[in-house]
């Protein structure tokens, strides 16, 4: 159904009139132009377009945008707005990424994480990370980013 | 100045690139590059012989070097900048590095088969140390001081006993303009500052911020994104196709130009939705192999086998041989499956040129595809591939820059092609799926026949590098085209060392199965038939890394080794892994590797490679395998395809061994290939089952278990 819907990106309102049934990532690429949530499956298989929901990590490719009306969504441009946030400042350390293209789902998957629960367990961390996928095999540097990430400093801010 | 510069047509046209405003200039090209193409590749033409990469230092002392060369994810951006901050004296953040963009940089015929650093990497190391001498030169003319008396640090060159006396490299190019081809000037041997380091990639804080431009992510006034109507299954023609009910969505335009039907639509979802109320119905394509009995269709359909190795006789050797051992093994089409599936976004500007934003490791062949397509000479196309969501060979072509083109054409407007998952699956080059059949005898612990056969991998390294007096090995049909009509029933290409995986996992299970029947621990049986020095090393430093301890296969410890060689990279591995006998499926515990890749330019950039590797080899060797009917792909994402995840990850251990007499040698692929033979032979350790079948899912291993 065609209406207006307003939600809080990433500290501020945005405002879109379309199909409500659409799906978040493309109206977070296409209509709003925010192209760092990435396309990789379309079915929440891959984790590519990981955002936050409120306080959870959603796949914006299977979240229809009646289900973002009124609440707060969060994309890797809305993290880190005063110089980079930890978790990015530890990818960067640890070069968790290669051809870059699932990182940040896989950094705002993490922020989900370290959001409700500050200091995971490594293996914690891997079961969590477990659906978002990486062809280039950065998985351990992933994995040694988010660790770092949760010992250095308090997600969130 | 220099008047002149040998140029071809291509450079003539473009007036150097634009080459416009002061600086030094060098002009260059990668060593032996038409030696070291691979055979056959598809839309190449011949570029200019005299120059594929240059580089510029301007008045504001930044330093660039443009080459046709694509970052995939592997560091070319950031290795190439090191061979330019080692040479120069400047810090790696004053060096820009451009790649992949046609009208910029110099023809590249694109980026595969680990060729950038044995022969990119070099001449941009060249082109460094020319353009050092020649800011030398000026700088002792402009301070009047003997050129031996200078000191050059971050960029400045100074008197050494009067440092006040000084001048930066902005400062010496400011208002000038100076061209040089390479001359001789020799590069640094020793006391490298860079080179050996592992400084932060140059693009990463574009990456883990989510700035790094894809060509999806290229977002132009009045672009349209378009949905095409596919096929079923390979061979399917299009009877008819009603379009009407699509057409009928506000906003929707339906394309129909030849053999393409698409639907343009601002939305990129609403254009997919529009496409599924197209009512299309196709002729049903013929019967055809499915991915069991594809290994006969290949044996049956392969050209004549090839000799690519001999040596002896082989009767001679089935007359020594005290045993031998025979057997088939198998591997099944493997999808590349980057994130980023097949993507382009083209604009044509109102003098017909075309841009093409392309997720490609060959911009110039896309290039010359999109012009001939378009039927307009090739320098009105300009591709930029500026990052690419991986590639692993699977984006050497790129029919979707051409169809962004066509419908750009016919559109009027900037049009964006994004592959859907299941396009990526079902116009993917797979790995071709082979059968290698190796017979084999020992006597005394020594190697006396090998006669070999590969079917659908290819030649490269099917010729054991092992000690053998009497061999014969023969190849039919590869990865790289020529292949017969129907042999396979889609493309195959190139995945990550093609060739090289199938033929080291058959190799390297043989090794063990020979090593069984000769008594023998398997690292004790490869060393007693290995002169290879470099081989002999790094299965040694792998074997002290792993603390690998003598035994009989099988001990019911669960390990295993394998060895291999990818473009002169020396690459020895071994793997713990548990075996669930109930289930049979298989946890990687523990992987060690020691690479010989030569020279090492960036260390972690190198590990990077291998750590990758262990976990994408994983994939090929335990889970991966494209399922397929009558030319219908039945895998269309990522639940039925399944690639390594976190819970798979084994503990990993990378030696880089210390080889600086061998030039550096790309390692983008060679950690790669021994994957699926060391968890073959640790399988086999662990439960005595032999999979003789890649990939070694739980009912493989099952399967072996009943038989064992």
């Not at chain 1, 998957?109 to 959001?115: E, K, S, V």
């Not at chain 2, 079923?232 to 009407?244: E, I, N, Q, Y």
Request: net charge neutral; glycine share 10%.
């Amino acid at each position: 159904m065609e209406r207006t819907i307003s939600f809080t990106l990433n500290g501020k309102t945005a405002t879109v009139k379309t199909d409500d049934e659409r799906m978040l990532l493309w109206v977070l690429r296409s209509d709003l132009g925010l192209t760092g949530t990435k396309f990789g499956c379309g079915e929440g298989l891959c984790g590519a377009c990981t955002v936050m929901l409120e306080n959870e990590a959603v796949r914006s490719c299977a979240t229809p945008l009646k289900a973002v009306a009124g609440k707060r969504v969060l994309t890797i441009e809305g993290i880190g707005s005063h110089g980079l946030h930890a978790i990015q400042q530890a990818f960067l350390d640890h070069q968790a990424y290669q051809c870059g293209y699932c990182t940040p789902g896989m950094i705002m998957n993490a922020y989900a994480l370290l959001a409700k629960s500050p200091h995971p367990t490594r293996a914690e961390i891997a079961r969590h990370m477990e659906d978002n996928l990486c062809r280039c095999g950065s998985h351990v540097r992933i994995l040694d980013a988010i660790e770092e990430a949760a010992g250095a400093a308090k997600v969130g801010a | 100045m220099t008047a002149g510069i040998p140029v071809t047509g291509e450079m003539k046209r473009r007036d150097f690139f634009g080459l416009a405003g002061a600086g030094l200039f060098v002009f260059f090209q990668a060593e032996r590059a038409e030696a070291q193409e691979p055979a056959r590749l598809p839309g190449r033409q011949a570029g200019p012989t005299d120059l594929n990469a240059y580089l510029k230092i301007g008045a504001d002392g930044r330093v660039t070097c443009l080459a046709g060369k694509v970052e995939l994810g592997q560091g070319a951006m950031t290795e190439l900048a090191m061979a330019l901050a080692e040479e120069l004296d400047i810090a790696i953040d004053t060096v820009d590095v451009v790649l992949g963009d046609t009208d910029l940089c110099p023809y590249d015929m694109g980026t595969f088969g680990s060729m950038t650093t044995p022969l990119l990497w070099p001449a941009v190391r060249r082109a460094g140390a020319e353009a050092k001498a020649v800011l030398l030169q000026m700088a002792s003319e402009r301070l009047k001081a003997p050129a031996g008396q200078l000191r050059v640090h971050a960029g400045t060159i100074s008197q050494a006993d009067k440092p006040s006396n000084a001048v930066t490299y902005g400062q010496l190019v400011e208002g000038k303009r100076i061209e040089r081809h390479l001359a001789n000037v020799p590069v640094k041997t020793a006391d490298f500052q860079v080179v050996g380091t592992s400084p932060r990639r140059k693009d990463g804080r574009d990456k883990v911020t989510g700035q790094a431009a894809y060509a999806g992510d290229i977002i132009l006034p009045g672009l349209l994104h378009a949905a095409l109507l596919r096929p079923p299954a390979h061979g399917a023609k299009l009877k008819t196709a009603d379009t009407s009910a699509a057409e009928k969505l506000p906003g929707v335009r339906v394309v129909k130009d030849g053999d393409m039907i698409a639907v343009l639509h601002e939305r990129l979802d609403v254009a997919v939705e529009a496409l599924g109320k197209i009512r299309a119905e196709f002729e049903k394509p013929p019967a055809g192999p499915d991915d069991k009995t594809i290994f006969d269709h290949i044996q049956k359909t392969a050209p004549e086998l090839r000799v690519v190795g001999e040596s002896g006789s082989l009767a001679e050797g089935e007359r020594l041989a005290a045993s031998v051992v025979e057997q088939t093994y198998l591997n099944s089409y493997v999808a590349h499956a980057p994130i980023e599936t097949h993507t382009a976004t083209a604009q044509i500007d109102d003098n017909g040129k075309v841009t093409v934003w392309a997720s490609t490791q060959a911009p110039f062949q896309v290039k010359n595809a999109v012009a001939s397509a378009l039927g307009i000479p090739a320098e009105k196309v300009r591709t930029i591939s500026r990052y690419v969501g991986g590639g692993f060979g699977g984006k050497t072509e790129a029919d979707q820059a051409v169809e962004a083109a066509r419908l750009a054409k016919i559109a009027g407007k900037p049009v964006q092609v994004v592959y859907s998952r299941r396009e990526e699956f079902f116009y993917d080059r797979f790995r071709p799926a082979a059968v290698m059949k190796i017979r084999a005898g020992v006597a005394g612990g020594k190697i006396v026949l090998w006669d070999g056969q590969v079917f659908g991998a290819g030649e490269r390294e099917a010729n054991p590098f092992y000690d053998v007096a009497h061999k014969r090995v023969a190849s039919a049909g590869g990865w790289q085209g020529g292949n017969p009509p129907g042999m396979h029933p889609f493309r195959v290409g190139a995945w990550r060392a093609p060739s090289v995986n199938s033929n080291t996992f058959a190799r390297e299970s043989h090794m063990d199965m020979l090593a069984a029947k000769a008594g023998m621990d398997p690292l004790e049986f490869r060393l007693n038939n290995l002169t290879n020095a470099r081989m002999r090393r790094v299965l040694e430093t792998a074997a002290k890394q792993f603390g690998w301890k003598a035994g009989r296969a099988p001990t019911g410890r669960g390990v295993g080794m394998a060895c291999g060689i990818y473009s002169n990279v020396y690459n020895a591995t071994m793997a713990e892994v548990a075996v669930d006998r109930g289930t049979g499926g298989v946890q990687v515990r523990r992987v060690a590797m020691a690479l010989d890749a030569g020279l090492v330019v960036n260390p972690d950039g190198l590990r990077q490679q291998a750590e990758g590797s262990v976990t994408m080899g994983m994939g090929y060797s335990l889970t991966e395998e494209v399922r397929f009917r009558d030319g219908q792909v039945l895998d269309t994402n990522f639940d039925s395809y399944r690639i390594p995840r976190f819970s798979w990850l084994p503990k990993i251990e990378i030696v880089l061994v210390e080889n600086s007499e061998t030039p550096a040698l790309g390692g983008g692929e060679p950690p790669i290939i021994a994957m699926g033979g060391a968890l073959a032979n640790a399988i086999f350790d662990a439960v005595g089952a032999r999979v003789p079948q890649l990939p070694m899912t739980p009912e493989r291993v099952k399967a072996a278990l009943a038989k064992a």
